[in-house]
């Protein structure tokens, strides 16, 4: 029994422990794109193909108009951001709009070291309304940039294989054409990706950089309630005629890898329950098969098959109880001192310590995990020794 108590510790710990981990570096993912990419975004008008098709069953020529989304004419960008901007401000769960202006560039920095970049020209206050940028700065400040036409804000990852620092000059080339600007302030989102890409830049420096004057890229929104975004932006689809994409269908493919990560570790982790349930049925058995006699002679004293069943139910109760109050204090505390290990990590994410969710979720999913295998362990067991008879017993007949 105390192998199986420190099993069902063990597996309970572990089972919280795992799942706060990979649930912490999803929310933090989704912290991350919420904060950076908004809730949803709206992108490029389309128009329905109409086609006409004959009705069944009719004759003279007569037929029916049906839409067709998949023959839809997409027309790219947002050619009157601000029209659009006046219709979004009437729906009541929006709650920032941020138009943005992208282009893709080669940035060259010191000693005319040079990567690829991405441009976002940006409204400032706009788009601090609808993105987490003004918490994301590292390395100088928004007042800088704000002050400065020509000033640019870079990914830290950028900045590093730039050389280059708040203050310093920065060179974008596109279209055949070289421009200087100004190094403002450096930021990072913690996802590698976006830190080694994008630059923000005033709206009307960007225009004149990527040569669009007129129509915007995107326009990025965020909404009241994140969950919602699907149902938001089908309704925003419908009504502007604009192609627009809710948080979660633009990162379904991360979004699954975290849901599969989640459910293996689960699965993994719950094997250590299973064993110790499996340790539990033995030792029950065991007990049962040795105490054949005392069994029956409680059994010629009066009590029933339901009160020999309990006493073996409740042998298994009182180990999963403790193990289970014993195993969302070592979770608790094993979450904790993951929270707090200074480690460094870069690759896809970029973060000094492990994100970390605490959530009740957690351990009553670990505790249900363990009520189950404890009570087939300890079932089995129970219903035997309620099946044995007093007389069975005596003759030696007892199974």
Known sequence: MAMSLTGIVFGVGFFVVTQAQTS??????????????????????????????????????SGFLISQHESRNYIPGVQEPGMIRAELEQFPSVVAISEVIKGNVLAVGVGQRSDPARIL???????????????????????AFRSNPNGVILGLTLAYR?????????????????RRY?????????????????????????????????????????VTDRE???????????????????????????????RALRISSAITVSSIILISGLGMFNTLA??????????????????TRRDISSIFLWQGMLVLMAGSVLGALLGAGLTYGVS????????????????VDWSLWHYVAAILTAVVVVMFASLIPARRAARLEPGDVIRGTAQ
């Open 24 to 61: 912490g570096f999803e929310s933090f993912f989704i912290r991350t794109i919420l904060g950076t990419n908004g809730a949803i975004r709206i992108e490029d008008r389309f128009q329905d193909t109409l086609r006409s098709m004959a009705a069944a069953g009719q004759t003279g020529g």
């Open 121 to 143: 020209g940006i409204n400032l206050d706009d788009h601090l309304n609808a993105s987490d940028l003004e918490e994301q700065i590292v390395r100088g400040d928004l007042e």
């Open 162 to 178: 730039l050389s280059v620092d708040p203050g310093d000059s920065v060179v974008f080339e596109t279209h055949g054409e070289r």
């Open 182 to 222: 100004r190094v403002s302030a450096v930021y990072e989102t913690g996802v590698t990706d976006i830190d080694r890409v994008w630059v923000y830049m005033h709206m009307t420096a960007a225009r004149s950089l990527l040569r669009k004057p007129h129509g915007v890229s995107y326009i990025q929104i965020n």
């Open 228 to 258: 919602r975004a699907p149902a938001e932006a089908r309704h925003i689809e419908m009504v502007l005629q604009h192609n627009a994409i809710s948080w979660q269908e633009r990162e379904k493919v991360w979004l699954e890898v975290f």
């Open 286 to 303: 065991m007990v049962v098969m040795e105490k054949t006699k005392e069994i029956s002679i409680l059994r010629s004293m009066g009590y």
């Open 340 to 355: 707090n290990l200074p480690i460094r990590i870069r690759g896809i994410f970029s973060t000094d310590s492990f994100p």
